[in-house]
């Protein structure tokens, strides 16, 4: 497995803001996805990082709303830009090991609401 | 979209009952993965299954990915009270190679004394 962080926590923010979520795993992977959580429902696939290429976004989800880095294969960042109520959202990272296992690793999440 | 049918939606149990939760699909799977969401903190594998016809165990947890590959079930043991929480099912399709995962609704589980 990995662990992985996740900063900040948890967050309010104002709408129109935005947002940089970071996700760190102790070892170096090769693929790193973004997921939306909101309240009382599943997990829902923003995008997939990988490192040294643009990430590619799932339909309903656009690069100029949810701007992704993977700068190197141990650190991603996803923001969330000009926010609104409907932003608010439990946002996680998940990491897949470097292998032939397609098994994802989850960081903690960070709780977002804007008001 | 959602392609994974979650079921039971919830579940209220005694402690020390067993619990049956499953995933149903219309599509062939890969990988089926079974993970459990405490409040407040992220999904946590609990386990891991890859061939047709697998049964696989982690303690009092025992899994299965159906023959079909097109469904996976979730058995829970004698139930305790740290069981509370909720379970997703999830798999990864065959069409994809990235390993994306599709992830049922989850089934909320309450365990009480």
């Known amino acids: 497995s990995a662990v992985i962080s996740q900063k900040p926590s948890r967050d309010i923010c104002q709408r129109g803001t935005s947002l940089t979520i970071q996700c760190q795993v102790d070892?170096?992977?090769?693929?790193m996805f973004w997921y939306r959580q909101q309240p009382g429902q599943s997990l829902t696939l923003i995008a997939t990082?990988?490192?040294?290429?643009?990430?590619?976004?799932e339909s309903g989800f656009v690069i100029d709303k949810f701007p992704i880095s993977r700068p190197n294969l141990t650190f991603s960042t996803l923001t969330v830009s000009n926010m609104s109520p409907e932003d608010s959202s439990i946002y996680l990272c998940s990491v897949r090991l470097q292998g032939a296992t397609y098994e994802q690793y989850f960081g903690p999440g960070t709780r977002l609401t804007v008001t | 979209g959602q392609q994974l049918n979650q079921s039971p939606q919830s579940m209220f149990i005694q402690e020390g009952e067993d619990v049956s939760m499953n995933c149903t699909s219309s599509s062939i799977f890969n990988t089926w993965l079974w993970y459990k969401q405490d409040p407040g903190e992220g999904p946590v594998l609990l386990i891991a299954?890859?061939?047709?016809?697998e049964l696989t165990s982690n303690g009092r947890l025992t899994a299965q990915f159906g023959i079909t590959r097109k469904d996976s079930f979730l058995n829970i043991s004698a139930s305790i009270p740290s069981d509370v929480g909720i379970y997703f099912c999830?798999?990864?399709?065959?069409?994809?190679?990235?390993?994306?995962?599709?992830f049922g609704a989850g089934t909320q589980v309450v365990v009480t004394p």
């Open positions: 999830a798999g990864q399709l065959t069409t994809d190679s990235w390993g994306k995962l599709q």
């Open positions: 299954l890859y061939k047709a016809g």
């Open positions: 990082a990988n490192q040294g290429s643009e990430a590619t976004y």
């Open positions: 070892s170096q992977v090769t693929m």
